[in-house]
């Protein structure tokens, strides 16, 4: 089993910045994906980011140029560095981690961490 705590989200004004961060604990290994979802109210679930444990990187096209994910294999975390925030960036910020290899994915969740933009 794999266990996923956020922390790092809150209120922030247009324009500011927030860092993110999501520590695994359990059988995770540095081979699983690790990213971020979203899910804003009245909305589906979207993929933000995800870093592969090769350093290969994926953003959402609203963020690019905007969020940053890193990794720390050692810490067995990920984090999203998020600039230039807006309002449409407020929702609920989901880590996630699943291993690329198994045949049937299992995706682990976090509990989530509220991010709200606004003035």
């Known amino acids: 089993q794999v266990q996923l705590v956020e922390s790092g989200g809150g209120l922030v004004q247009p324009g500011g910045s927030l860092r993110l961060s999501c520590a695994a604990s359990g059988s995770i290994l540095s081979t699983y994906v690790m990213g971020w979802y979203r899910q804003a109210p009245g909305k589906q679930r979207e993929l933000v980011a995800h870093i592969r444990s090769g350093g290969s990187l994926y953003y959402a096209d609203s963020v690019k140029g905007r969020f940053n994910i890193s990794r720390d294999n050692a810490k067995k975390s990920v984090y999203l560095q998020m600039n230039s925030l807006k309002p449409e960036d407020t929702a609920v910020y989901y880590c996630?981690?699943?291993?690329?290899?198994?045949?049937?994915?299992?995706?682990?969740w976090g509990q989530g961490t509220q991010v709200t933009v606004s003035s």
């Open positions: 996630n981690a699943y291993d690329p290899f198994r045949v049937q994915r299992i995706d682990y």
